[in-house]
């Protein structure tokens, strides 16, 4: 079969950066991170950026889509399939291997399935404006644009029915990937017992040389402690423990303990794909040899 993306994919901890820093660096390729939060600048630690993984003896690794937008603002997964569409045209034109690596399940399952979305602006003028009317009448809009509606849930929350409007209105800005990808895809299966082990150790590591400072940085740059709550697991346990809410060690057990349960919700997202017919080549851990031996059994390199 002919592959034109590797996809690089596992839970947090077990190793997926160096991999696929080491894959790159093997086989001529470039590194197309699919992490929701490595995107945003001055978020480096707590996201577990690691950017020294993506040095292979002594040479740097090309990587795309991280440090994209200021924590200030919103980052969608139409913005993202964008910014990988054009990051990987421009991969293909060198002639090099596109790597798409991480651990967010829905961004990389919207690029292997090629999803159709809506670019949509929640904090314009438009959403304003919408927000201002009474919810009978953003019903009988929401209605008159969507005839077939069938979600009722919409219909009980005015901020959900206006941006279902909004999403309605944005049909024609509907965007796709204007090219077919064939994505050989490598998952990287660590014991549940060594996932715990690794983001114990890790966490401790983190705490230990600057996260804490880090979120104490974005505050004082105007970051609320409501959007470090949206920002999930170090950033939400780092708020409750800066405002005062949690103590050190509730802060760091109840965060080893989220961490611990997301990677498990990772695990569970890539079996749901498998069930939907993506195959996933499973290597025990972040085994080179083993990933270089299925890239060369099926990639014309």
């Avoid at 945003?40 to 003896?57: A, E, L, R, S």
């Avoid at 990808?181 to 490598?186: A, D, E, K, P």
């Avoid at 990287?188 to 996932?195: G, L, N």
């Amino acid at each position: 079969m002919d592959y034109n993306l590797l996809t690089i994919l596992g839970p947090t901890a077990a190793g997926k950066t160096r991999l696929s820093a080491q894959i790159a660096n093997q086989f001529n390729g470039e590194i197309l991170s699919a992490d929701s939060r490595q995107v945003y600048i001055g978020m480096d630690i707590g996201t577990g950026k690691d950017i020294k993984d993506y040095t292979i003896d002594g040479i740097q690794v090309p990587y795309h889509l991280i440090d994209l937008i200021s924590p200030k603002d919103e980052f969608s997964m139409f913005q993202f399939c964008k910014m990988f569409y054009d990051s990987f045209l421009e991969i293909k034109k060198r002639n090099k291997l596109p790597i798409l690596a991480g651990g967010t399940g829905l961004f990389i399952h919207s690029i292997l399935k090629n999803y159709s979305m809506q670019e949509v602006n929640f904090s314009g003028d438009r959403f304003d404006e919408l927000l201002q009317k009474e919810i009978n009448e953003l019903i009988d809009i929401l209605i008159r644009i969507n005839s077939s509606l069938h979600n009722t849930t919409d219909l009980t929350d005015k901020k959900r029915v206006v941006k279902a409007i909004l999403i309605a209105e944005s049909r024609d800005k509907e965007f796709t990937l204007p090219t077919n990808i064939n994505s050989f895809v490598i998952g990287v299966r660590v014991e549940r017992s060594k996932i715990k082990e690794n983001i114990k150790i890790r966490l401790k590591e983190r705490l230990e040389n600057g996260m804490i400072e880090e979120a104490q940085k974005l505050i004082s740059e105007g970051i609320t402690y409501e959007k470090l709550h949206f920002f999930g697991l170090e950033y939400k346990f780092l708020a409750l423990y800066l405002s005062g809410e949690l103590s050190y060690n509730d802060m760091q057990q109840k965060l080893y303990s989220a961490i611990c349960e997301f990677a498990k919700k990772q695990m569970t997202w890539f079996r749901k794909m498998e069930k939907e017919e993506i195959k996933i080549h499973w290597i025990e851990g972040p085994d080179f040899y083993a990933a270089e031996k299925l890239i060369k059994e099926n990639f014309s390199l």
